[in-house]
Nanobody, 116 residues
Framework: QVPLVESGGGLVQPGGPLRLSCVASGFFFSSYNMNWYRQAPGKERELVAAISTTGGSTNYADSVKGRFTISRDNAKNTVSLQMNSLKPEDTAVYYC?????????WGQGTQVTVSS
């Protein structure tokens, strides 16, 4: 069973919105912080957003603050990334991630392309 599966990527015009979702399985989802990373062509993979176990604390990369919102629904084992006011520089493959001392899981990635 694949622990993390992303969906929601696609082509969007600059300024538009897009919502990514990640469904988790095979571990106790509510016990772990969750992360969204992205990797653009020719660039290093970077942390975009993180959320605590209950959703009470969040953290964002400076480049997306005020535009992106991370959220989670522990009853559905999902973590989402709402992206607004998208820019061409947001174009990347986006990955859902969970890390612990026992495992490090990555989703397969979903492509987000921002272009007119």
């Amino acid at each position: 069973q694949v622990p993390l599966v992303e969906s929601g990527g696609g082509l969007v015009q600059p300024g538009g919105p897009l919502r990514l979702s990640c469904v988790a399985s095979g571990f106790f989802f509510s016990s772990y912080n969750m992360n969204w990373y992205r990797q653009a062509p020719g660039k290093e993979r970077e942390l975009v957003a993180a959320i605590s176990t209950t959703g009470g604390s969040t953290n964002y990369a400076d480049s997306v603050k005020g535009r992106f919102t991370i959220s989670r629904d522990n009853a559905k084992n999902t973590v989402s990334l709402q992206m607004n006011s998208l820019k061409p520089e947001d174009t990347a493959v986006y990955y859902c991630n969970v890390q612990s001392t026992w495992f490090n899981y990555w989703g397969q990635g979903t492509q987000v392309t921002v272009s007119s």
